[in-house]
Every structure is written in C-alpha cells, then in structure tokens.
C-alpha cells in the first residue's frame, strides 16, 4: 500500500505541476519558469538532502555523473515547458512521459539485454508518440497544427533528453542517495536559468504566472519525495503509479482547459500510457 500511495502522490505532483508550468510559460516563457521552478524546488528539496546527509564513499566519477544528470533534467525540462508554451498538454505530456523508454533504448545500445516485455512498451510507446505528434483534431486551424507539431518535436528533444539522463541517474542515484540528484538538478537551474536572467533584469515575475511557476516548483520536488516514499515499499509498483502523471495531466487538460485531441491522438495517448506502464512492469520481472 505504501508503494501505491507514494507513487500515487508523485502522479499527482507531477501531473498538476505540468498544468501549473505550461500555464506560467504561456505567460512568461519557458526560461522565467525554469528558473523559478528552480527556485521553488530548491527550497522545497534542501531539507531533504540536510536530514538524508552526505553519504560515504563518493567518487569524482560519482560527482561528474550527477552533474550529467542535472545539465538532463534542467534542459529537459526547458524544453518540456517551451513546448507547453505553444502545444496542448495531452500531446506533450505524452511524449515526454517516454523518457523510460528512452532510457530503456540507451541501456540496450550500451548493451544491457531486452526482454520481451520491455520491447512490447518500447515499441507501444513508439507508436503511440507517432499518433499523437501527427493526428490533428478537425477543429483545429492551420495555425494550431503548426504548433502543436513544432511542440511535439520539441517534447521529443526533451523526451531524448530526459531518458538519457534518467540511465545516467538511475545508476548514481544508487550510489550517492535520489535526493542528492535532485538537488543537483534544482540548484544548477537557479544557477544557470535564474541567477543569469536576474542579473540581465530579465527575470520575469508577472503574476499570475509567477504564483504558477513557483507551485509547479514545490509539486515537482514533492513528488519527488512521496516516490522516495513510495518506493521503500516497492521501487516498481511506485513506478508503475507514478507514470500515470501523463494521465492525470491529460484529464485536467481536457475537462477544465477544454483542450480538443482527435481520436487518433487519444488512441496514441492509451497506447503510449500502455507502453509506459508495461516498461515500469518489466524493470521488475
């Protein structure tokens, strides 16, 4: 039930932080609520890795993995929330949410075996991503396919970006704590996104965006935690569960900002969930 409830609120966290962020992008652009996002999570991750405390052992090979994996997360992440600016959320969060089979891509190119299972959801993900960059809703004007599609490939930059980052700190994760990467990637973004616009004056702070983008921040980092949580009682379960933030993200995007998806892309959208799930399922059979 732990595994359940953490990875339960970690989709959560992360699905309404994904509404919170394209809500502050389409306000203030990607790079000020990245930046405050960095800010929010800071604060949010700092007591975390106080009370986790520096683990023994660390290696400089440890310390230029995490870093890799912070530079993954924060231009991810720029990239996730300037496709948001100017895409429809459904269409976006699908996409990004295949940075596990990305991940899963990588291990076999760096020659780690594939299993059955594992193929099935790089495969239903695959697809599915290809129906929902492509398909188009029969209300949609030119102007918006446009858009949507140039945010589909950004989102698959950020997708690419993301699931390599996420081999590099799946495998120092185990040695230096989760939270220690975390923290890495929340203070590289303050340092290189928020420090850089504040001192240009170019930091933008308009509300309500900036209410947005810092509670986007808070939620992303807890989330964080109820996984941590979570998975002391099953890494996998909490995984499985936890993926569903591409699901919960795509509902409040249809049912209170009305956003339109064709039937093909809602098809794309089952299928790549699918597929997610299936990858968490096999990373632990």
Request: with cysteine; charged share 10%.
């Amino acid at each position: 039930m732990i595994a359940i409830f953490g990875g339960g609120i970690a989709a959560c966290c992360w699905g309404m932080s994904t509404i919170l962020a394209g809500r502050s992008s389409r306000q203030i652009g990607a790079a000020s609520t990245l930046a405050w996002v960095g800010i929010a999570g800071a604060i949010v991750i700092t007591p975390v890795v106080i009370w986790y405390g520096v683990p023994k052992g660390i290696t400089l090979q440890d310390i230029i993995l995490v870093l890799i994996a912070a530079c993954g997360s924060v231009f991810g992440l720029r990239l996730t929330y300037a496709a948001l600016a100017k895409g429809k959320v459904g269409v976006v969060v699908a996409i990004t949410s295949t940075e596990g089979a990305i991940a899963a891509i990588v291990a076999f190119v760096l020659g780690e075996a594939f299993g059955p299972v594992t193929a099935l959801g790089v495969l239903l993900a695959t697809v599915g991503v290809a129906a929902v960059g492509l398909g188009r809703h029969v209300d949609d004007s030119h102007e918006m396919v446009r858009d949507n599609r140039s945010a589909a490939f950004t989102a698959g930059g950020a997708a690419l970006i993301f699931g390599t980052s996420l081999y590099v700190s799946g495998d120092v994760a185990q040695r230096v704590g989760p939270p220690w990467v975390v923290f890495a990637a929340r203070y590289l973004g303050v340092l290189t996104m928020a420090v850089p616009l504040l001192i240009r004056g170019q930091l933008q702070a308009a509300r309500p965006a900036l209410y947005f983008a810092c509670a986007a921040g808070i939620l992303e980092s807890s989330g964080f935690i109820g996984f941590l949580w979570g998975a002391g009682g099953g890494v996998g379960i909490a995984a499985v569960v936890a993926t569903q933030y591409a699901t919960i993200a795509t509902l409040i995007s249809w049912f209170i900002l009305h956003e339109r998806l064709s039937r093909v892309q809602i098809g794309g959208i089952v299928t790549v969930i699918g597929g997610v799930v299936l990858l968490s399922v096999a990373s632990v059979i």
